[in-house]
């Protein structure tokens, strides 16, 4: 049977381990708390019981396996999520440059007046402004002048760091019954992401 101690010994079981205590501790305290990102679309394939996985099979799994199959599609939409919000900030941030955004209002953080130096909080100006419409429609006209041909006010970067969302998902919900929790406790988790990072860790280990 699955032994998450026996797997500490070769592919950073133990950190998982510590990290599912940990979660499992939090789950109840930060149900009602923490954002929670929605699960992938699509079902996962028809994984056999892997709660039931020897050391050796989770190995072969993450070496030939669904789980280096869904730890080689999160390597890719990793890549591709951080190379497109480089390339697409690389047109957008000049257009922002123009614009002198300010906080409509205090808020916790926040002054009202204060400039709005990263896009990502153009929120804080209101989006009734029409600077906020304006910059949005510059925006639309970048990302097709760019080649992107996907939804109307959609941003490709924002696309990209989605699917990679998705790719987390997957390996989560392949993973999360092999240590003894589900899915929705490790994604309320505070520790949700270092659950997938020592996941990859362990298929580049198995590879």
Known sequence: MFNARSLALSLNGDAINKSTKNMSN?????????PRLSPGA????????TENMTVDQFKAEMRTGTGARLAVQLFIAMAFAKAEKERVDAYIMPIFAKYDFRVAKDMPG???????????LIYLAGLENEAVTAFYAECDAAHRAHGWRGAEGACPALVAAR???KAENNLIKWAA???GVSFDTVNCS??????????????????
């Open 110 to 120: 926040h002054t009202a007046g204060e400039k709005i130096t990263n896009p990502e």
């Open 177 to 179: 019954p092999l240590f």
């Open 42 to 49: 699509g079902a996962l394939p028809n994984l056999g019981g």
């Open 26 to 34: 939090q789950h109840k305290k930060h149900r009602r708390e923490q």
């Open 163 to 165: 699917d990679q969302i």
């Open 190 to 207: 505070t520790l949700r992401r270092e659950f997938v990072e020592n996941l990859l860790c362990a298929a580049a280990k198995s590879l």
